[in-house]
Structures are given as C-alpha cells and as structure tokens.
C-alpha cells in the first residue's frame, strides 16, 4: 500500500469542542487529499451549519497533499466559514507543505503552524473569542 492508499484507513475524527474549535484529528493519516477535505468539510458543517468558526487540524503524519487542496481552501464556502486555521504537528515535511502553501496559495484566512494544541487553540482564540458562541 502505498502512501496514497487512503480509503482502507480510517476516517478522520471531527469534533465541536466546548471552545468553540472545530478539531480534525488527520493523526491516522499520511496524505491530505481534496476528497478528504470534502469530507471534513461535510463533518464540520454537520457539526456547526455554515457557522464560522476556527479550526485545528492535528496533522503530525502528513507527508503529502494534492494540489487541489490548496485551491479548495480558498473556495468561497470556506472562506464564509472558516475564521482561522491552526495546524498541529512537527515534521519537517508538515513545516514545508505549510510554508508552501502559505507562500503560493495563502487563503483569506489567517493560517498558522503549530507544535502542541494548547498553543493552537490559544491562537486561534486569541483574537475571535468574542464572535465564538460555544455549544451549550
């Protein structure tokens, strides 16, 4: 099996946390494709309707990403939905598929790399808390 090889693994966990955070847990995953993306998009909007919201994406054991990610993160949908976006993980590969994206495709939302949760959740909060209405 290669790398790419995604659809016997299984799906990734997407959650509303009590903070308001839309969590995507990708830990079981190698390669974000734009499929995947649909389908987190679907689980968030499950969660939350089009609400916006921030995002934490733990990706520790990305290696790869289609290119068509990189345009899906800036459809229109998205960009209505999506206040910020932290990414959790500390791989070389993770810090340069970041750097290439946010140098060539950079969304209209703030997007930032992160070693441990609690500073991504401090982020992503630390600016929009007052537009976020927690679940009850």
């Known amino acids: 099996m290669s790398i790419r090889d995604t659809d016997q693994l299984p799906k990734p966990i ?10 995507h847990d ?6 974000l494709s ?3 993306m649909r389908f987190l998009y679907g689980q968030r ?31 229109p949908q998205i960009l209505e939905s999506t206040e ?17 994206f946010l140098s060539y495709h950079a969304p209209g939302y703030p997007v930032a790399l992160f070693d441990e949760v609690g500073e991504a959740k ?9 537009s976020i209405k927690p679940q009850a």
């Not at 990708?26 to 390669?31: A, E, M, R």
Request: hydrophobic share 50%; charged share 20%; no cysteine.
């Open 84 to 100: 910020a976006v932290a990414i959790v993980g500390t791989s070389f590969m993770l810090r340069h598929l970041t750097s290439m």
């Open 122 to 130: 401090e982020w992503v909060l630390g600016g929009v808390k007052s």
């Open 45 to 75: 909007l499950r969660l939350t309707g089009k609400a916006r919201r921030p995002v934490v994406m733990l990706a520790q054991h990305i290696l790869t990403v289609d290119f068509e990610v990189q345009l899906f993160a800036s459809h």
């Open 34 to 36: 734009v499929d995947l």
């Open 26 to 31: 990708l830990t079981d995953l190698s390669h």
């Open 14 to 23: 997407t959650r509303l946390g009590d903070d308001g955070i839309v969590y």
